[in-house]
Protein backbone atom coordinates (compact mmCIF):
# COMPACT_ATOMS: atom_id res chain seq x y z
CA UNK A 1 0.00 0.00 0.00
CA UNK A 2 0.94 3.42 -0.22
CA UNK A 3 1.78 6.31 2.11
CA UNK A 4 -0.58 8.72 3.15
CA UNK A 5 0.40 12.49 4.46
CA UNK A 6 -2.33 14.08 6.35
CA UNK A 7 -3.55 16.05 9.65
CA UNK A 8 -4.19 13.63 11.60
CA UNK A 9 -6.40 13.98 14.99
CA UNK A 10 -3.48 15.10 16.37
CA UNK A 11 -0.69 16.46 13.97
CA UNK A 12 0.55 15.81 10.72
CA UNK A 13 1.55 12.12 10.26
CA UNK A 14 1.85 9.16 7.70
CA UNK A 15 -0.50 6.41 7.39
CA UNK A 16 -0.29 3.13 5.43
CA UNK A 17 -1.46 -0.62 6.34
CA UNK A 18 2.37 -1.14 5.55
CA UNK A 19 4.55 -1.26 8.74
CA UNK A 20 7.64 -1.89 6.12
CA UNK A 21 7.07 0.96 4.21
CA UNK A 22 7.10 3.23 7.11
CA UNK A 23 10.06 1.52 8.96
CA UNK A 24 12.43 2.60 5.35
CA UNK A 25 10.67 5.77 4.98
CA UNK A 26 11.72 7.32 8.44
CA UNK A 27 14.75 4.97 8.91
CA UNK A 28 13.22 3.59 11.79
CA UNK A 29 14.63 0.20 13.82
CA UNK A 30 12.34 -2.63 12.76
CA UNK A 31 11.44 -3.62 16.24
CA UNK A 32 9.77 -0.17 17.46
CA UNK A 33 6.14 -0.57 16.52
CA UNK A 34 3.79 1.63 15.43
CA UNK A 35 0.42 2.88 16.15
CA UNK A 36 -2.43 1.69 15.10
CA UNK A 37 -5.57 3.67 14.60
CA UNK A 38 -9.11 2.82 14.04
CA UNK A 39 -12.34 4.50 13.15
CA UNK A 40 -14.64 3.07 15.58
CA UNK A 41 -14.47 0.75 19.18
CA UNK A 42 -16.48 -1.71 17.32
CA UNK A 43 -13.36 -2.00 14.50
CA UNK A 44 -11.25 -1.82 17.03
CA UNK A 45 -12.78 -4.96 19.27
CA UNK A 46 -13.24 -6.66 15.74
CA UNK A 47 -9.40 -6.54 14.83
CA UNK A 48 -8.42 -8.61 17.95
CA UNK A 49 -7.99 -5.91 20.65
CA UNK A 50 -9.22 -6.45 24.07
CA UNK A 51 -9.54 -3.95 26.98
CA UNK A 52 -9.56 -4.47 30.52
CA UNK A 53 -13.56 -4.28 31.63
CA UNK A 54 -12.54 -1.07 34.06
CA UNK A 55 -11.34 0.91 30.91
CA UNK A 56 -13.40 -0.03 28.46
CA UNK A 57 -15.90 3.16 28.93
CA UNK A 58 -12.34 5.34 29.29
CA UNK A 59 -10.91 3.70 25.82
CA UNK A 60 -14.53 4.03 23.96
CA UNK A 61 -14.96 7.72 25.10
CA UNK A 62 -11.39 9.17 24.85
CA UNK A 63 -10.11 11.82 22.10
CA UNK A 64 -6.81 12.46 21.17
CA UNK A 65 -5.42 9.80 23.31
CA UNK A 66 -3.38 6.90 22.53
CA UNK A 67 -3.74 3.51 24.84
CA UNK A 68 -0.82 0.77 24.94
CA UNK A 69 -2.03 -2.44 25.67
CA UNK A 70 -0.29 -5.70 26.09
CA UNK A 71 2.39 -3.90 24.57
CA UNK A 72 0.59 -2.27 21.21
CA UNK A 73 -0.31 1.08 21.07
CA UNK A 74 -3.96 1.96 19.24
CA UNK A 75 -6.03 4.92 19.25
CA UNK A 76 -10.02 5.25 18.50
CA UNK A 77 -10.27 8.51 15.94
CA UNK A 78 -12.76 10.92 17.12
CA UNK A 79 -12.22 13.71 14.50
CA UNK A 80 -14.59 14.20 11.58
CA UNK A 81 -12.12 15.00 9.08
CA UNK A 82 -9.82 11.78 9.74
CA UNK A 83 -12.60 9.70 10.43
CA UNK A 84 -13.29 10.36 6.62
CA UNK A 85 -10.63 8.73 5.52
CA UNK A 86 -10.25 6.00 7.98
CA UNK A 87 -13.58 4.51 7.44
CA UNK A 88 -12.36 3.85 3.59
CA UNK A 89 -9.49 1.21 5.88
CA UNK A 90 -10.74 -0.89 8.77
CA UNK A 91 -7.25 0.41 10.58
CA UNK A 92 -4.13 2.14 9.40
CA UNK A 93 -0.49 2.56 10.91
CA UNK A 94 0.15 6.19 12.18
CA UNK A 95 3.40 7.92 13.07
CA UNK A 96 4.48 11.27 12.68
CA UNK A 97 5.46 13.03 9.51
CA UNK A 98 9.87 13.37 10.57
CA UNK A 99 12.14 11.76 10.46
CA UNK A 100 12.90 9.30 12.92
CA UNK A 101 14.61 11.40 15.81
CA UNK A 102 14.30 14.75 13.71
CA UNK A 103 11.43 17.57 13.85
CA UNK A 104 8.45 18.42 11.71
CA UNK A 105 10.17 18.95 7.96
CA UNK A 106 7.02 19.51 5.52
CA UNK A 107 9.63 19.20 2.70
CA UNK A 108 10.33 15.76 3.88
CA UNK A 109 7.39 14.72 4.25
CA UNK A 110 5.99 16.04 0.42
CA UNK A 111 8.71 14.29 -0.70
CA UNK A 112 8.46 10.71 0.61
CA UNK A 113 4.37 10.27 0.58
CA UNK A 114 2.66 8.65 -2.12
CA UNK A 115 -0.76 10.57 -1.66
CA UNK A 116 -1.04 13.81 0.33
CA UNK A 117 -4.59 14.44 1.27
CA UNK A 118 -4.31 18.36 2.61
CA UNK A 119 -7.64 20.07 3.68
CA UNK A 120 -8.65 23.71 4.66
CA UNK A 121 -6.40 22.70 8.30
CA UNK A 122 -3.60 22.36 6.27
CA UNK A 123 -0.51 20.68 6.79
CA UNK A 124 1.10 21.54 10.36
CA UNK A 125 2.58 19.86 13.53
CA UNK A 126 0.27 20.18 16.88
CA UNK A 127 0.69 18.42 20.24
CA UNK A 128 0.60 14.78 20.18
CA UNK A 129 -1.72 12.81 21.84
CA UNK A 130 -2.17 11.81 25.32
CA UNK A 131 -0.44 8.45 25.93
CA UNK A 132 -1.40 6.07 28.98
CA UNK A 133 -0.23 2.32 29.26
CA UNK A 134 -3.56 0.14 30.70
CA UNK A 135 -3.51 -3.01 32.09
CA UNK A 136 -5.63 -5.08 34.44
CA UNK A 137 -4.54 -3.63 37.85
CA UNK A 138 -3.70 -0.28 37.37
CA UNK A 139 -3.42 2.72 34.23
CA UNK A 140 -0.15 5.19 33.88
CA UNK A 141 0.13 8.60 32.23
CA UNK A 142 3.21 8.35 30.22
CA UNK A 143 2.74 11.60 28.28
Known amino acids: MSVLLA ?14 SLEKLKSRPPKKQFLKVYPSFKEFKK ?4 VP ?3 KNLVRRAEKTTFIIKGRAS ?3 KDPLHL ?17 GYGFD ?4 ITKSDIII ?13 L ?12
Open 7 to 20: QTDTTVGFLSNDAK
Open 47 to 50: NGNR
Open 53 to 55: QKY
Open 75 to 77: RIV
Open 84 to 100: KLLKKYSWLYSTSANKS
Open 106 to 109: KEFC
Open 118 to 130: EDHRGLKEETPSS
Open 132 to 143: YRLNNVKSRRLR
